[in-house]
Nanobody, 114 residues
């Protein structure tokens, strides 16, 4: 059963924007941190951004000032606003949520053309 549902990926030109969404199933209780990771072909998965239940955020240096992570009022959905996209942002983006367990989304492709 899929418990993290991602959306918003796609193709965009350099300098453009995308907004990713990740909705956690209501069966997931007491989510602490939600985050976004990405993996490009031939590279390891890396942290992009994460946000705690209290709203604290952390970003990879490569996306600081360009990406913004946020959560909705119920803290069951996490968003990643991606501005000023660069070709090197091209990757599969994965949502992650933590409770006492670890949950991963299936990933959404982001492709940025030059």
């Amino acid at each position: 059963q899929v418990q993290l549902v991602e959306s918003g990926g796609g193709l965009v030109q350099a300098g453009g924007s995308l907004r990713l969404s990740c909705a956690a199933s209501k069966t997931i209780f007491r989510i602490n941190t939600m985050g976004w990771y990405r993996q490009a072909p031939g590279k390891q998965r890396e942290l992009v951004a994460r946000i705690t239940s209290g709203g604290g955020t952390n970003y990879a240096d490569s996306v600081k000032g360009r990406f913004t992570i946020s959560r909705d009022n119920a803290e069951n959905t996490v968003y990643l606003q991606m501005n000023s996209l660069k070709p090197e942002d091209t990757a599969v983006y994965y949502c992650r949520a933590t409770t006492d367990r670890l949950y991963w989304g299936q990933g959404t492709q982001v492709t940025v053309s030059s």
